[in-house]
Nanobody
Framework: QVQLVESGGGLVQPGGSLRLSCVASKRLSGTDAMAWYRQAPGKEREFVAAIWGTVPTPYSTRYADSVKGRFTISRDNDKKTVFLQMNTLKPEDTAIYLC??????????????????????WGQGKEVTVSS
């Protein structure tokens, strides 16, 4: 079982930026996706962003509509790390952000980011608070 450790997060004013990092305890399979989810108090866990693919093919990415154009996910396989750069933060972005890794499922090799929000391995989470 891979261990994931997040860093970054904290308190930021609306319109500000933060960067989250997540380091895996071992090198992941080339087909494993790395993703970020978030969970606000009293709300369900929701998908934020994911990245997958095998070098030298460019990585594929996917974002929740609520963060498109503001958040950027990137990955450094050599350092077993995934990053989430969050810009133009809004109060509604306030949540615990969790790092996730998952293998593809089924013959089509899908990741089911929305359908299975608790699948795979998880970090402990990092709090992000956007407030003036």
């Amino acid at each position: 079982q891979v261990q994931l450790v997040e860093s970054g997060g904290g308190l930021v004013q609306p319109g500000g930026s933060l960067r989250l990092s997540c380091v895996a305890s071992k090198r992941l399979s080339g087909t494993d996706a790395m993703a970020w989810y978030r969970q606000a108090p009293g709300k369900e866990r929701e998908f934020v962003a994911a990245i997958w693919g095998t070098v030298p093919t460019p990585y594929s990415t996917r974002y929740a509509d609520s963060v498109k154009g503001r958040f950027t996910i990137s990955r450094d396989n050599d350092k077993k790390t995934v990053f989430l750069q969050m810009n133009t933060l809004k109060p509604e972005d306030t949540a615990i952000y969790l790092c996730n890794t998952r293998a593809p499922l089924g013959p089509a090799g899908r990741y089911f980011f929305d359908e299975y929000p608790r699948f795979g391995s998880w970090g402990q989470g990092k709090e992000v608070t956007v407030s003036s």
